[in-house]
Every structure is written in structure tokens, then in C-alpha cells.
T-cell receptor, first 114, second 114 residues
Framework: KAGVTQTPRYLIKTRGQQVTLSCSPI?????VSWYQQTPGQGLQFLFE???????NKGNFPGRFSGRQFSNSRSEMNVSTLELGDSALYLC?????????????FGPGTRLTVT | QQQVKQSPQSLIVQKGGISIINCAYE??????FPWYQQFPGKGPALLIA?????SEKKEGRFTISFNKSAKQFSLHIMDSQPGDSATYFC?????????????FGAGTTVTVRA
């Protein structure tokens, strides 16, 4: 079974621009979560989508948004980029019906804001 | 704030030695405790997980010990190998309106010297 894929793998943007990142979950997984990873803050939860609905949200400003499509693929968008948004953005998928949250991560998108 | 506190930040162990990473939590609603392993340039990969009704779980050279009363859990890597050199994250999650969100520790970088 193919793993979680994320595109693009690397991205360089300028402060003030916006960016869209894409995630394709493992086949059959309906839940997609997004995390931001930085050396200073570690792994921080952004939001989670299940069946095209946002079901959980972390403590990030409204500049960070996401959506999920009917095929479970997900995108996250960051508007008005700031230097502090430079990070590795990780997507994770799971079945998420019930029980423990066994999440499987993609390789991430490395975003650099200059 | 960090809901799961992880220590040490880094450790160096000789090949064949034991690596021990500790995590502590405050929220007694947490009911699922996974460990993730992350290599440079890759996303975190689920290594092993435990529920609070079990005090120990072993998979190969990796063992989780869980102390519910102390609200602590730890990862032991027995017979450490150079290929185990990676960053390890503990995490915890709890049911929140049927949603599960992972809270991660800050990570421990393990270096195994040959």
C-alpha cells in the first residue's frame, strides 16, 4: 500500500505571499491531520479533517486554513506568510473511526519564507 | 504549553547499550501513548504504542514502560544499533468529542556510536 504523499517537498516563498500544500492519504484512510514542525516548538497540531469536515483545530491563527476533498486528499493554505512560518509541514492520515489514533505521516513539505 | 514533557533532549550511547527516553504528562484523560521515530528528511514513523491498562509492551528491541500513578512512560531501546540513530518523539492523545489529537513531546535525538 502506498504511503502518505505530500507535494511539493520543498518550497521557498517571500514574506506576504500565500502558499498551498497538498497531501494524499493512504488509500482507505479518511482522516487527515496537519502538523507544523520547527526546531523551537517541535510538532504542533494544526487541524484535522474527516470526511471533508474540519473536526479539530490547534492554536494557530486564521492565516492557516485547510480543506479536504471527497477522495480524502487534503490541502492546507497559509496566507500572508511570515518569516516564522518557515517549518516542515507534516500531514498524517489514519482510519480514525474509533480507538487509538494510529497516524501515519508523510515526508513533509519544507517551507522556507524569506 | 507542552502537554507532554520529554527528556533528555539528546543522548549518546555505545553500540549494544541501552537508550532510555522518559516522558511525563499531566492530563489524566490521555489514553493512548505512541512513540514515533524520525530520520532526517523523513516524516515521523509510528514505532510502538501503549494504552494505560498495560504496564509494559515490547516489540523486538523496543519496550515501553508505563506508570499510570506517576503519569510517566518511557521508551527503552535495547542493544542499540547505529541504525537506531534518529529523533524519537513520545506522544499522547485522548478522546475529545470522538476526535483524537496527538500532543507530542519535544523529541530526543539519539546517537548510537559504533
Amino acid at each position: 500500500k502506498a504511503g502518505v504523499t505530500q507535494t511539493p517537498r520543498y518550497l521557498i516563498k517571500t514574506r506576504g505571499q500565500q502558499v498551498t500544500l497538498s497531501c494524499s492519504p493512504i488509500s482507505g484512510h479518511r482522516s487527515v491531520s496537519w502538523y507544523q514542525q520547527t526546531p523551537g516548538q517541535g510538532l504542533q497540531f494544526l487541524f484535522e479533517y474527516f470526511s471533508e469536515t474540519q473536526r479539530n483545530k490547534g492554536n494557530f491563527p486564521g492565516r492557516f486554513s485547510g480543506r479536504q476533498f471527497s477522495n480524502s486528499r487534503s490541502e492546507m493554505n497559509v496566507s500572508t506568510l511570515e518569516l516564522g512560518d518557515s517549518a516542515l509541514y507534516l500531514c498524517a492520515s489514519s482510519y480514525r473511526d474509533r480507538g487509538p489514533n494510529e497516524q501515519y505521516f508523510g515526508p513533509g513539505t519544507r517551507l522556507t519564507v524569506t | 504549553q507542552q502537554q507532554v514533557k520529554q527528556s533528555p533532549q539528546s543522548l549518546i550511547v555505545q553500540k549494544g547499550g541501552i537508550s532510555i527516553i522518559n516522558c511525563a504528562y499531566e492530563n489524566t484523560a490521555f489514553d493512548y501513548f505512541p512513540w514515533y521515530q524520525q530520520f532526517p528528511g523523513k516524516g515521523p514513523a509510528l514505532l510502538i504504542a501503549i494504552r494505560p491498562d498495560v504496564s509494559e509492551k515490547k516489540e523486538g528491541r523496543f519496550t515501553i514502560s508505563f506508570n499510570k500513578s506517576a503519569k510517566q512512560f518511557s521508551l527503552h531501546i535495547m542493544d542499540s544499533q547505529p541504525g537506531d540513530s534518529a529523533t524519537y518523539f513520545c506522544a499522547a492523545s485522548y478522546p475529545l468529542s470522538n476526535d483524537y489529537k496527538l500532543s507530542f513531546g519535544a523529541g530526543t535525538t539519539v546517537t548510537v556510536r559504533a
